[in-house]
């Protein structure tokens, strides 16, 4: 048995983020290869081969932290968990080519159940253009976690990065944003319900949308083909996985910006912006804190406005501004209010 260490730090306090930071930095072997362009900090990481640079990105879910079977069809989640991490090599300007995947899982789960996950897997695959080529598997006490593994391409010209946003450029996101959040509170209202009294129909109320966004999101390769076709490469780029404020705010840490975000320019869909009031929440606030919209953030030189102003599908909502003005957002009744860093949320959190 290892003795007690003296000091036992929670990884609470330190939060995701900070726990990374402290794990990786300041560790001189980190980077032994020339080859390394990219290394931990960004959407992926990213490799210089010579001719063409490799984009990697993984991401892990767990059951119980970032789905529920009891509401989350297998192959949706199969789907949902090759998407998340493609989104990742989009939000490098690159295309993914393949994957890997690895689960753990406990007996509990059939091989007829597996079969529906690999069928969600295998329809991203064809849909997105990207071949499953390995992975891992082992079993798991109780719940599955799925690890999923993305390989992309990307060239020098076009590949883009969290840091290099610029004072003056316009920020944009290609779609709307906080319906998977208000997707997952009719879910968890609805499994509420039916575990005080199984009898009950799950009343979703005719939100497919809405459900939708969080079931089965999708990534966004149309918008990186759009670019490519009009000629556009954003100055800097992320994918909204935990939420607008997050984004923005690793955004403008990592390229040493402000940003200042009209709340009129925040696109929230109609259905999304009913449900916010139904469970009481503000609409804007699900769009800043929900999370796993899965859209695209990005900024792009102002003198480039003319490629995305008549693009459909890209909102301008506001610009990076200089540090010391701090990430603000200017409500619809006229009010400016600093845009609180989220995503330091408690261990566990978003993927
Ligand atoms: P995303 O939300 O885009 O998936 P994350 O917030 O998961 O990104 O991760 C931020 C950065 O930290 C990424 O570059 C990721 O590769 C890196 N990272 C995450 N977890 C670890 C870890 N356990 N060890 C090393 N790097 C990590
Ligand atoms: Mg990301």
């Not at 089965?216 to 083909?225: L, N, T, V």
């Not at 009913?274 to 929440?281: G, R, V």
Request: proline share 5%; aromatic share 6%; charged share 25%.
């Amino acid at each position: 048995m290892a003795e007690a260490s003296p000091q036992r730090t929670d990884v609470n306090e330190l939060g995701e983020f900070g726990l990374i930071e402290h794990l990786t930095k300041q560790r001189p072997e980190t980077t032994q290869h020339a080859s390394t362009i990219k290394s931990i900090g960004d959407d992926a990481a990213v490799i210089d081969q010579g001719d063409a640079l490799t984009v990697v990105s993984t991401d892990m879910l767990v059951e119980g932290i970032h789905f529920d079977l009891m509401y989350t069809p297998l192959k949706h989640l199969g789907y949902k968990s090759v998407v998340v991490n493609l989104s990742d090599i989009y939000a490098m300007n690159a295309q993914p080519e393949q994957i890997t995947v690895s689960i753990a899982i406990s007996n509990r789960f059939s091989v007829e159940a597996l079969e529906e996950l690999y069928d969600g897997i295998y329809t991203a695959c064809r849909y997105y253009g990207v071949d499953l080529v390995g992975g891992d598997m082992t079993s798991s006490p109780r719940g599955m976690v799925i690890s999923v593994t993305a390989i992309g391409k990307g060239t020098r010209e076009k590949l883009t990065y969290r840091n290099t946003a610029k004072v003056g450029d316009l920020l944009c996101v290609t779609g709307n944003l906080g319906a998977a959040y208000l997707g997952l509170q009719i879910l968890e209202r609805e499994k509420q319900l039916y575990l005080s009294n199984p009898g009950i129909q799950p009343d979703l109320e005719d939100q497919d949308f809405l459900v939708g966004r969080q079931l089965k999101p999708e990534a966004r390769r149309d918008m990186i083909e759009l670019f490519a076709k009009n000629q556009l490469v954003p100055t800097a780029m992320i994918d909204i996985s935990d939420g607008l404020a997050s984004e923005i705010f690793h955004l403008c840490q990592q390229s040493g910006t402000g940003a200042f975000v009209e709340e009129s320019g925040v696109p929230i869909h109609p259905d999304a912006e009913l449900m916010a009031l139904k469970f009481q929440l503000d609409p804007i606030t699900c769009a800043l804190s929900g999370g796993e919209d899965y859209e695209l953030l990005f900024t792009i030189d102002p003198a480039d406005v003319d490629k995305v102003k008549y693009l459909p599908d890209i909102y301008i909502m506001g610009e990076m501004t200089r540090p010391e003005d701090g990430i603000k957002l200017h409500t619809k009744g006229g009010n400016i209010h600093p845009i609180k860093a989220q995503g330091w949320r408690h261990f566990g959190g978003g993927a």
